[in-house]
């Protein structure tokens, strides 16, 4: 049996999905969050089945790449039963997904979640009289607590059991005649029942929705017959036909929303409005966002630098000891020291600043913060040609740059997509950030990698407006829903952060162990020369030992392994002993900006193609060039370092 | 009097009459709710001529000055 959660954006799809899955999707407060699927297999009640969480989408007809997704699954025709999530305290809005949903003609069950919120907002929904009408089974959930979560899926079996499709709900009379012909028209052609119902193919048409309408050969009969409906749509209402379908769903589901629901009482003012009263103020919201980011910066630095110290003391005095276990030299000697670096490198440099940053972003994403900064920053992305919703995909950057390019889904224009993949590449991910607190704040000053981040923003933008000059988009500007704020229960901010750090721990830092011992094998066989010899053009642009040049290579795999084999390449864990301050500066400049590590690459490949990735590359390489030549002049000019 | 959405001061609430653009817009606008007839009331309006947040059927929407501009509508009470 495969089941599928489909509902509106910001609903709670993914955090009912976890509930039966365990933390396998991230959930955060802001629409977009899942942007493409997640599947796991589970049993309920005996029976296996794979249910799989979509991306979130207002209706079934759709531009944005997220959306289209969830489409596709939907009309499969390989999902036995949908469970359409809808958020409660949403209800007359969600109910004309619901209304398109079951046009599909697929045994269906409707979970009302966020019932508390709706409760709050004095909606009273009488489920009974709902089910009835929808013909499917209704019922009340709040997948935060887990509440209702059984009972939802005892209906699932159910209605699998028995098949049962709810009713397809009837537009008014004059609408229903110019349906009710053309899906009969359509029915008559090969192939279509097979797939979709031509109810719903033929209101689609009528909604004149690209992805259907291009299916049809334009020269073929079956346009031709088709026109004459769309026109007869037009003429009867004197407005384009896809406005008048999506009118008479949208008071379907507001008659819908009246019969079964009661409003007992206005929404309570709670103490959220006023926090949204200063955060997106026009003066003190932006004095809140410098300040929520800059406390963000202390938090990480001050957990990560207070435990940084001790426990690189307690490496390095190990480190040492083994020179006297295996004698100077020796092969034993190396590998061992490169393993051990590869440990201290997670334990004692990444994770200090890795987990407060997680926990930080978790709980910054998960109260809804972030579309209040699309809000605010709209005003800003426009100058550099884009708008309010890229910061999204920006600030996921700082997390994780695969995650990110994937969240640029949420664009509607594929330029927009194009462009802010490109530039959350530039933005220092969590490993590029342990290695600015690491060497930079920790070694030199707090405020030398504050300027790293100012810089990084400045020359993000700067390459915005590049890119966006070169790539123009006509941008309708921001549609953005800005959710009210939440307050999970700290364990699901936990989870999520642990998920992140977890994949950390299992994939990325067997991966730094495992290239310390290659680096500290290809320095006992001197390979390593070689390799910096042939970088060594580039490194002394930038003047740097010459020794650096491999960790560079190792950086494309993983970016800590630049940070953490740079130790092992000077051959000293007292980095300052053996390069400058300047040359730190310029060393974390370019790490910071230059390619993306193979990960990225990847994603990018996936999402913009192979000239994308290919021209991110060469772009972010230049970049990194210029400004770390850029910091070699000024910085070693002004602090003399 | 039809007068643009982004024209509409702050507190003030106002019915949607028409949309005008493209099927893009108006499939975006009608899907989170917009449609003629709706009531909006005007939340803020951002600074230098950014965005605008509207609440509409009890949830709160940011729009672009471009799109609101696009949206006429009506003012009432």
Not at chain 1, 590 to 616: D, H, R
Request: hydrophobic share 50%.
């Amino acid at each position: 049996m495969k089941i599928a959660l489909a509902g509106q954006p910001n609903c709670g799809k993914s955090t009912l999905f976890n509930l039966i899955a365990g933390y396998k999707a991230i959930t955060s407060n802001f629409p977009g969050t899942t942007v493409k699927y997640t599947e796991t297999k589970t049993h309920i009640y005996g029976y296996t089945c794979t249910c799989i969480d979509l991306p979130g989408t207002y209706s079934l007809s759709s531009m944005e790449p997220a959306e289209l997704e969830a489409r596709k699954h939907l009309l499969s025709g390989e999902v036995d039963v949908v469970i359409n999530v809808a958020d409660a305290s949403l209800l007359c809005r969600s109910l004309e997904l619901t209304i398109q949903l079951l046009e599909l003609e697929i045994p269906m069950v409707l979970c009302l979640n966020m019932m508390d919120e709706a409760r709050r907002k004095g909606i009273q929904v009488d489920t009974r009289k709902l089910s009835a009408i929808l013909g499917i089974p209704v019922v009340e959930a709040i997948a935060i607590t887990g509440k209702g979560i059984r009972e939802l899926f005892v209906e699932v079996l159910k209605v699998w059991e028995g098949k049962k499709r709810g009713n397809v709900q009837k537009f008014s009379k004059d609408i229903e005649e110019v349906i009710h012909p053309l899906a009969t028209l359509l029915a008559a052609e090969k192939g279509v029942e097979e797939k979709v119902s031509p109810r719903f193919l033929a209101i689609k048409l009528l909604e004149k929705d690209e992805s259907f309408v291009g299916e049809i050969n334009p020269g073929g009969d079956l346009y031709s017959q088709i026109q004459p409906f769309q026109k007869k749509l037009e003429e009867m209402h004197g407005r384009p036909s896809d406005e008048v379908i999506s009118s008479e769903r949208h008071a379907l589901a507001m008659n819908l929303f009246e019969k079964v629901s009661t409003v007992i009482h206005p929404p309570k003012k709670d103490i959220r409005m006023a926090i949204d009263h200063w955060v997106m103020h026009n003066f003190f919201g932006y004095l809140i966002l410098a300040a929520v980011f800059y406390g963000f910066f202390n938090f990480i630095f001050g957990i990560g630098g207070y435990i940084e110290e001790p426990l690189m003391g307690l490496f390095d005095h190990w480190i040492g000891q083994l020179e006297n276990l295996f004698g100077q030299g020796s092969l034993s000697l190396f590998l061992s020291k490169g393993i051990l670096q590869g440990i201290a490198g997670g334990i004692a440099i990444v994770l200090p600043y890795l987990v407060p940053f997680l926990i930080g972003l978790s709980i910054l994403e998960d109260i809804g913060y972030l579309p209040r900064v699309a809000f605010l920053m709209d005003v800003f992305m426009h100058k550099i040609g884009l708008h309010g919703k890229a910061i999204i995909p920006l600030i996921l950057g700082y997390g994780c740059s695969v995650p990110a390019v994937m969240a640029t889904r949420i664009l509607e224009f594929p330029q927009h997509r194009f462009i802010v993949s490109i530039l959350t590449t530039m933005i220092p991910c969590a490993a590029r950030i342990t290695i600015i607190f690491a060497l930079v704040a920790f070694l030199i000053s707090p405020n030398a990698a504050l300027a790293i981040f100012a810089l990084n923003i400045l020359v993000v933008a700067i390459s915005g407006k590049i890119l966006s000059i070169i790539y123009p988009e006509a941008s309708l500007g921001l549609i953005l829903e800005i959710p009210a704020y939440q307050l999970p229960p700290i364990s699901n901010t936990l989870k999520k952060s642990w998920y992140r750090i977890r994949e950390f721990i299992i994939i990325a830092w067997p991966l730094l162990i495992g290239g310390s011992a290659l680096l500290a094998l290809m320095e006992y066989w001197k390979i390593d020369l070689w390799i910096n010899w042939f970088l060594s053009p580039l490194i002394q642009l930038l003047g740097l030992p010459v020794s650096v040049g491999t960790t560079l290579i190792f950086g494309l795999l993983r970016k800590e392994l630049s940070m953490i084999m740079l130790t092992q390449a000077l051959g000293t864990t007292q980095v300052l002993a053996a390069m400058t301050k300047t040359q730190v500066m310029v060393f974390t400049v370019f790490v910071t900006f230059y390619i993306p590590c193979l990960a990225t690459l990847a994603a990018l490949w996936k999402e913009i193609g192979k000239k994308g990735a290919l021209l991110t590359i060469f772009f972010t390489f230049s970049v990194a060039i210029i400004l770390a030549l850029m910091t070699r002049i000024f910085w070693g000019f002004f602090f003399n370092g | 009097m039809l007068i643009p959405l982004d024209r509409v001061a702050v507190n003030k609430k106002a019915k949607v009459m028409g949309v005008q653009g493209g099927w893009g817009i108006r499939n975006r606008l009608s899907q989170l709710g917009i449609h003629p007839g709706d009531v909006i009331t005007i939340v803020r309006h951002a600074a230098l001529g950014g965005p605008i947040l509207i609440e509409v059927h009890g949830f709160q929407v940011a729009l672009g000055r471009r799109i609101a501009s696009r949206i006429t509508v009506e003012e009432v009470e």
